[in-house]
């Protein structure tokens, strides 16, 4: 009988506590968002990490923070206050060899929680999968691009490990190097030479004269022709003679050579003021300041069109008669489906029967020019490949006389100017976005047995 009237009692407790709780409606409970707890960092690649929390009652999203300092002052733009709504994020794009924290708060309606605990986690380099080094395998100069704000890491070990050869991607161009009129701007130069020296790599300059790297000042020159022509000579004679020794190559011209408007020279702002010759102008000033530096012509769709490989072997013929010009360089910017083979050997024949050197310039292969990929496939992988193979073939059976180099305008495939001057996705060089090597990388390697 007693025990029947406590659980009666305790019965009619439980009750009138639910239809108390439920009496209340949600807006009358201060709705306060609970702390998460944050886990140790998972999945760790040299790039990045997964990011993972406890999850907190009813909360609507998350907000991650990832820094690179212990004090959250040095949030990466990305994860600053990064609304997820899920317990996990991959977090991308990091720094190996750097430190990183993170901490994650919760969100429920207007109330955010106060931050978790803070996950520390270092990225370790873990660098490419062990491969043959190209350089060691070639009997060629391999080149790559470079950037003056990555010489570090592990985009400098690459370089160090599988190539003999730099090429500024973009630093020793017009636009950079003398932004201003009568103010030269080479920090990024002075740095990329340094670099080269320091580990004994070979630097071919990119490019002196080329009309998409004009600046703006030269654009809108004030001043009659002659005043123009003079300050190109001074520009190229400056630029020259301080590398003189140290930059062993330039590309004094580039893509002088129209497309398809039925003139051979296209109307850049140096033929408009300078005349049909400005280009033997530019290589005979090149030449007075560095005698010994190897001079280049450089140009795209050298392979593709006949018309313009004529053009372009027109140009050589007529700067060679006056001992101006050394080599040629091809750009090389094709794709898995062409040009074929036989028009990259005609590249090579005119070249070699000019008794030029050669130089395989900006090679990338794109392997999705139609757009209608949108990753990359095995099979589309293995075209690229050959394609791959069959330029390096090609480069290593010239005569070693000829043979300068053959450059990659690239390393990793999310670094590919293509990207953007096709305004698609591509995969067109041979490391992926963990820096270990694509099947591209192999073909370059078959190519040379
Ligand atoms: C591209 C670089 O890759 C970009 O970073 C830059 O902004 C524009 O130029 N032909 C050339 C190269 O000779 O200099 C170009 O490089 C690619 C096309």
């Not at 969100?107 to 996950?119: K, L, M, P």
């Not at 022709?225 to 580039?254: C, L, P, Q």
Request: aromatic share 10%; hydrophobic share 40%; net charge negative.
């Amino acid at each position: 009988m007693k025990k029947m009237k406590i659980k009666q009692a305790l019965l009619l407790i439980c009750l009138s506590l639910f239809v108390l709780s439920c009496s209340k409606s949600d807006e009358e409970v201060a709705v306060i968002a609970g702390v998460p707890s944050a886990y140790a960092a998972v999945n760790l690649t040299d790039s990045g990490f997964t990011a993972n929390w406890t999850r907190v009652y009813r909360a609507d999203n998350y907000l991650l923070d990832v820094s690179t300092t212990a004090d959250f002052s040095t949030l990466l733009p990305n994860y600053n206050e990064l609304s997820v709504n899920a317990l996990t994020i991959d977090i991308e794009g990091l720094d190996s060899g750097t430190t990183y924290y993170y901490r994650v708060r919760a969100v429920r309606g207007e109330s955010i929680s106060t931050f978790s605990n803070v996950i520390v986690t270092e990225i370790i380099s873990t660098g490419p999968e062990p491969t043959t080094a190209l350089k060691e395998a070639a009997n060629f100069n391999v080149g790559m691009i470079v950037r003056s704000n990555r010489l570090t890491g592990i985009t400098s070990d690459i370089i160090l490990r599988e190539y003999d050869n730099i090429t500024s991607e973009y630093e020793m161009k017009m636009d950079q190097m003398y932004p201003s009129k009568g103010t030269y701007d080479f920090t990024a130069v002075d740095k990329i030479v340094k670099y080269a020296t320091d580990n004994n790599l070979n630097l071919h300059g990119h490019a002196l004269i080329w009309h998409n790297s004009v600046p703006s000042w030269v654009t809108n020159f004030v001043g009659t022709d002659a005043e123009f022509e003079t300050m190109v000579k001074e520009y190229i004679t400056t630029v020259v003679t301080r590398y003189k020794g140290k930059v062993k190559s330039w590309d004094v011209v580039n893509e002088a050579v129209d497309d398809g408007s039925g003139n051979p020279l296209r109307n850049s702002i140096f033929k408009q003021k300078m005349g049909n010759d400005y280009i033997k102008k530019c290589y005979q000033w090149a030449r007075a300041a560095d005698p010994a530096c190897k001079l280049f012509y450089n140009d795209y769709n050298f392979a593709s069109s006949a018309t313009k490989r004529a053009a372009i072997f027109k140009i050589a013929d007529d700067l060679k008669k006056d001992n101006l010009i050394d080599g040629l360089g091809a750009q090389m910017h094709i794709s898995y489906k062409g040009p074929a083979a036989s028009e990259i050997q005609a590249v090579v024949d005119g070249t070699v029967s000019r008794n030029l050197l050669m130089h395989f310039a900006e090679l990338d292969i794109q392997a999705n020019p139609d757009n209608n990929l949108t990753s990359l496939t095995p099979e589309r992988a293995i075209e690229q490949k050959n394609k791959y193979k069959e330029v390096v073939k090609i480069f290593n059976a010239i005569p070693a006389a000829n043979q300068y180099a053959l450059t990659v305008w690239g390393m990793r495939d999310s670094e590919s100017w293509l990207l953007d001057f096709w305004g698609h996705i591509d995969w067109p060089l041979m490391y992926n976005e963990d820096y270990s090597v694509k099947k591209s990388h192999t073909g370059f390697l078959e190519g040379l047995k």
